[in-house]
T-cell receptor
Framework: KNEVEQSPQNLTAQEGEFITINCSYS?????LHWLQQHPGGGIVSLFM???GKKKHGRLIATINIQEKHSSLHITASHPRDSAVYIC????????????FGQGTILTVHP | GAGVSQSPSNKVTEKGKDVELRCDPI?????LYWYRQSLGQGLEFLIY????????KSGLPSDRFSAERTGGSVSTLTIQRTQQEDSAVYLC?????????????FGSGTQLSVL
């Protein structure tokens, strides 16, 4: 079993739909990153979380440390949101050593 | 430069040859990370540098892999005697420090193909 599990692996939505991507982890962490990777490879850091909730535009990320679970929500989805979303956790004492989930491929149709 | 720069963007090499991949982090960023993204394998950590501290090499898959960071800035990842399973995208990232709170900035990667 991977230390970081994402679900779903693939997600297809219609423009305007509310989207949720889940991330569960089995190790103690000091922080969790949500990353976005567009076709062509570029990776962008969306959020870093250690507790609670963060919001940026149409994106919302939450984390529950006790349940070892994080979610990324996209409101009013748009075709430009189509990308791979990757959850990555930072171990308690190894700040540079990320353990990555396998990614969720999101496709938003117009 | 404004972002993390990696070169070359593509590298094709023959099995058994050595390759060097370069990463130029954002100016002033003290933490630098190397990751690998293999087809079907996802992303994996290779090595990270923080300032003048000894690097964390725990993710390097074999002793054919090594990395150095000169003057706290540019880093070079060297793969000796390349094998076909080394084919992957090698990604570099930097952050202002190695705190878990720091945002990561990724380069666009080097696509390595070992024939």
């Amino acid at each position: 079993k991977n230390e970081v599990e994402q679900s779903p692996q693939n997600l297809t939505a219609q423009e305007g739909e509310f989207i949720t991507i889940n991330c569960s982890y089995s190790v103690g962490i000091s922080a969790l990153h949500w990353l976005q990777q567009h076709p062509g490879g570029g990776i962008v850091s969306l959020f870093m979380l250690s507790s609670g909730k963060k919001k940026h535009g149409r994106l919302i990320a939450t984390i529950n440390i006790q349940e070892k679970h994080s979610s990324l929500h996209i409101t009013a989805s748009h075709p430009r949101d189509s990308a791979v979303y990757i959850c990555a956790v930072v171990g308690g004492t190894s700040y540079g050593k990320l353990t990555f989930g396998q990614g969720t491929i999101l496709t938003v149709h117009p | 430069g404004a972002g993390v720069s990696q070169s070359p963007s593509n590298k094709v090499t023959e099995k058994g040859k050595d390759v060097e991949l370069r990463c130029d982090p954002i100016s002033g960023h003290t933490a630098l990370y190397w990751y690998r993204q293999s087809l079907g394998q996802g992303l994996e950590f290779l090595i990270y540098f923080q300032g003048n501290s000894a690097p964390d090499k725990s993710g390097l898959p074999s002793d054919r892999f090594s990395a150095e960071r000169t003057g706290g800035s540019v880093s070079t990842l060297t793969i000796q005697r390349t094998q076909q399973e080394d084919s992957a995208v090698y990604l570099c990232a930097s952050s202002q420090s190695d705190s878990a709170w720091e945002k990561l900035f990724f380069g666009s990667g080097t696509q390595l193909s070992v024939l």
